[in-house]
T-cell receptor, first 117, second 117 residues
Framework: AQTVTQSQPEMSVQEAETVTLSCTYD???????LFWYKQPPSRQMILVIR??????QNATENRFSVNFQKAAKSFSLKISDSQLGDTAMYFC??????????????FGPGTRLSVLP | DTEVTQTPKHLVMGMTNKKSLKCEQH?????MYWYKQKAKKPPELMFV???????INESVPSRFSPECPNSSLLNLHLHALQPEDSALYLC????????????????FGDGTRLSIL
């Protein structure tokens, strides 16, 4: 079974600064996908960024980028120029495709990020 | 605005009641999911509708029963729930239909906050 660990239950960052959220996972699979989702107090889960395990290049989406280290099974999220709207719970997610039913998402425990004015 | 619509947003029910949670998506997605999320915890997968069949997490009690009237609707019927079933119930959909579509992200609704008295 796959497990996802986020070692930082809570973090804070000053507005306009940069912050990195850590995520590690454990799997014996070679083909899988990794995602970061954010969940603001409004409670909707919103996709931040995704990475295919077979791609060596790190994914980037505007102010969000990842550092994917496949051998170390590490998938950290960097948020640059933090904004107040980035305040949310951030979940790292591992996804493996099951032949019988498709996507199997396993979420980490989450990191609560607070952006301070 | 979310493209996955869940109703109701809040539900309070007694342990002997029967109620239903509704989830609808109009993105033409082929897969839909129900998750349960307790406070300060990650979402946990309950049911999957994909490849035109329902798949069930065997740890989910039978007092929860999913129904898929068509490919854009996935309802969750509730009966004789327990206080520990109080949680946020999230619905999601994805374009997953296997093959090259297997890496598509899941899109989430706003959730239904369920309270069992």
């Amino acid at each position: 079974a796959q497990t996802v660990t986020q070692s930082q239950p809570e973090m804070s960052v000053q507005e306009a600064e940069t912050v990195t959220l850590s995520c590690t996972y454990d799997t014996s699979e070679s083909n899988y996908y990794l995602f970061w989702y954010k969940q603001p107090p409004s409670r909707q889960m919103i996709l931040v960024i995704r990475q295919e395990a077979y791609k060596q290049q790190n994914a980037t989406e505007n102010r969000f980028s990842v550092n994917f280290q496949k051998a170390a099974k590490s998938f950290s999220l960097k948020i640059s120029d933090s904004q107040l709207g980035d305040t949310a719970m951030y979940f790292c997610a591992f996804m493996k495709h099951e032949a019988s039913y498709g996507q199997n998402f396993v979420f980490g425990p989450g990191t609560r990020l607070s952006v301070l004015p | 605005d979310t493209e996955v619509t869940q109703t109701p947003k809040h539900l309070v029910m007694g342990m002997t009641n029967k109620k239903s949670l509704k989830c609808e998506q109009h993105m033409g997605h082929r897969a839909m999911y129900w998750y349960k999320q307790k406070a300060k915890k990650p979402p946990e997968l309950m049911f999957v509708y994909s490849y035109e069949k329902l798949s069930i997490n065997e740890s989910v009690p039978s007092r929860f029963s999913p129904e898929c009237p068509n490919s854009s609707l996935l309802n969750l019927h509730l009966h004789a729930l327990q206080p520990e079933d109080s949680a946020l119930y999230l619905c999601a959909s994805s374009q997953d239909r296997g093959g090259g579509w297997s890496n598509q992200p899941q899109h989430f609704g706003d959730g239904t906050r369920l309270s069992i008295l």
